[in-house]
DNA sequence: AATGAATGAGCGTTCATTCAT
DNA sequence: GATGAATGAACGCTCATTCAT
């Protein structure tokens, strides 16, 4: 299940910026399998089909291409979000839409998945990348009277939280669309969703996807 | 600002004991500067004034030290909480006492923070001890007819990770009562807690402590 | 299957010698199970019941113990051999006897098989011992006219030779017989002795031993 | 007295080949110089002039190098016997022929000599390499007529241990043609050769090699 | 004499990094 | 640009040895 990520943007592009996407490609796909920390720099360049020393031609040290796959992942599956959402006007919608998808993109394809928890752990900016989708969608729910919140990121931190642990639980224990349900659930508890009300949003938003 | 986790436990114990505590102790110093994955056996012993090899008289390995540096940690915590809990019978407040306890103690003690967030994300084994306070107090919850909430193991997780959350915010950003009083909030909310009543429960049951 | 043989030779002996006695027995079981070179000084006084640094005490390092054992046993086994023949005058027959006893005892032994399987690789005063016990029978087979060989060092070696190839077999695939039996042959064969003669000499002298 | 067996064979081979043959070679002189058990990797690397590191790109560990130094040796033994023997069609001639070969060779290269000893204690793989030129040929003379020996690899071994022992004995001594007579000598006795024919059969086939 | 905690030199092994080809 | 052999610092771990008690 090898995903080309970094291939795909760059497709018609010059050979260095095949072996680049090469390079990149196959380190998401080792931190897929291995998580962040335990990647070595020969496997990468091995798993890619290239020397040892092409590495170092490219980036400078380890961190700089996990960062540069992180982000990618990042980018992309806004890119993926954004895409499912044209046209959705309602906020609770929005943020169960946008939250589902991000749930089911992150457990259909597992590399991203684990990228996705590790860079939460670790670095601050990550984190905002991971809870952007959601920041414009909350502003629109305060103004539509949804929601009853202090819209910062404390608060973005503590609904992204909670997406990860659904991702985690469901890598670890197999795809659950029950958990992704709960998780939709916690979400809309915590912006101050009527209780009453979440059933139905949520059966209504939240359906089986129709991936592979 | 090291703390003696493990000496303070065995002042007047014997040679052995008090070598041994100065490992744990100087492994859980490292672990709150660096999180659990990159401390080096070698810089335990240098930094707990051992020759190198002191180590394998204790411990096998570098899991071993680290493992019961997280346990040592989550029996303390737990104590701490247990002992300010006598008498309190209501869920509500014990939930709020507690997770105001243990959110105090953690910023209080930032190397014992840091591990309960380094053990929250890598070992499921952590991730119930450092909820396991809860899981009563959600079932007397339950049977007092306050919340209503599915208890396992993914709820508690939920509510761990807020908490978790909650206490990294504050380790980087300096001690705040309002976000704690917020991850209270959240955590009441996801129990299915009336909206309306929150606000004075919290008011009233999640003070200031009057730690050092 | 412990050993006592350094025990045994001192029990009345004082405190000291008591000690020095149970580490060389000590020594010499583990030699047995794990041959001469991977002993460790620590295994030893464990194996003792003593402190790590009792040892320093008695020997100044490990080749010191080991080549004790060593001697130890060559000692052991010369006066085993040397009860068994008393009033045995004839050369063939006691160079027969001499050689069954010695393999006899290794194999019933194994701790002594090991040991002076060890020895005989390593050290050529060891390899004396081993022989020391033929060189006089050959001399006085020579005297009687039994034998035709050159005798010294090397034909005793290649002798020894045959008894250690007829030992580490016999460690190795067990106890059999039949393998002395052919050793004892190729020996008189060596010696010179017609070969007509041979299956009578061996068949009358060469018996099942009556140990354990 | 270097020899260079592994780099003779790689002379036109690529970088690759060549550091490989220097690590082997390396392994060669020490084994020779301090047998197999005590040879350590950085030394190999250090004799090699080579880093120690390079050591783990050509081998896993000290057991790989090492047992291919022998196999190495044994190829080239068994190659240089055989091309001394072409024509030879009487059993007994070719025992002795190849018996010679064996000891010339093993006691003109040292280093070889000292492996060849070495692996004779160890491995029982290396046991029957040693042997192996041997067994044709008594199977040979059985069917001709020659021999009167059970031919199983227990015979096999105690002729190899009069050929080691012989070698050992001149490694230590110098070189002597005659100890190699008095191993023929041992050897033919020992598969029942009739004593009256041994003498003109050596003097005839053993001879002084025209070794540098 | 006996202890056993502490030591630290020494070896195996890994892996990011360099550089001649 | 690509290669991959070579490097060597860094770390894990072992174990003979010392020494205060």
Not at 39 to 44: F, G, L, P, R
Not at 65 to 78: L, M
Not at 94 to 109: E, K, S, W, Y
């Amino acid at each position: 299940m090898t995903v080309s990520l970094f291939q795909k943007a760059n497709q018609k592009a010059g050979k260095r910026e095949r072996t680049r996407a090469a390079l990149l490609d196959s380190a998401l796909d080792l931190v897929a399998q291995q998580g962040m920390e335990t990647v070595k720099i020969s496997e990468i360049t091995k798993h890619a089909g290239l020397a040892n020393g092409t590495f170092y031609n490219y980036f400078t040290d380890r961190d700089e291409i996990i960062w540069e796959v992180s982000y990618g992942i990042a980018k992309e599956i806004g890119r993926q979000i954004d895409e499912g959402m044209v046209g959705v006007d309602d906020a609770i919608e929005r943020v169960l839409t946008a939250t589902t998808a991000f749930i089911d993109i992150a457990i259909d394809q597992p590399e991203w998945g684990a990228v996705v928890i590790s860079s939460n752990h670790h670095t601050t900016e990550m984190r905002k990348d991971v809870t952007r989708f959601l920041r414009a969608d909350l502003q629109l729910g305060l103004e539509q009277g949804h929601f009853s919140i202090t819209l910062d990121q404390y608060l973005l931190d503590q609904i992204g939280s909670i997406i990860v642990v659904c991702i985690r639980t469901q890598l670890e224990e197999g795809a659950d669309l029950n958990l992704t349900r709960r998780a939709c659930d916690y979400i809309l508890r915590l912006l101050g969703v009527a209780h009453a009300d979440i059933p139905e949003l949520i059966a209504q938003h939240v359906q089986p996807t129709a991936t592979s």
